[in-house]
């Protein structure tokens, strides 16, 4: 069974830094090109980041160049998001999915966890 779990959502203070994990089970998580996707409350879902299958290869939007990073553990078939200067803006449920076309995820077709909510606000 194809799983994908995210934990580490809570609550940060505005400027302060967290760390996201997704653990995989069920197929060859090496494989895959894999992404992060937040959706805030009443808003659309809006993709944040991908990483190739090696790890070498890394896509960020706009609003996280600079700030967060994504990387990977083959070895531990999971997925990571560093979060650096959080700001309220940042709350948002998180997931993570595979991106099997160009890096991007896709309903339907790609493999998604179920989210952890994460918060920023002092």
């Known amino acids: 069974q194809v799983q994908l779990v995210e934990s580490g959502g809570g609550l940060v203070q505005p400027g302060g830094s967290h760390r996201l994990s997704c653990a995989a089970s069920g197929f060859s998580f090496g494989m895959y090109d894999m992404s992060w996707v937040r959706q805030a409350p009443g808003k659309r879902p809006e993709w944040v980041s991908s990483i190739n299958t090696g790890g070498g290869g890394t896509e960020y939007a706009d609003f996280a160049k600079g700030r967060f990073t994504i990387s990977r553990d083959n070895a531990k078939n999971t997925l990571y998001l560093h979060m650096n200067s959080l700001e309220p803006e940042d709350t948002a449920e998180y997931y993570c999915?595979?991106?099997?076309?160009?890096?991007?995820?896709?309903?339907?077709?790609?493999?998604w966890g179920q989210g952890t909510q994460f918060t920023v606000s002092s």
């Open positions: 999915a595979t991106a099997g076309f160009d890096l991007r995820p896709i309903v339907g077709v790609d493999y």
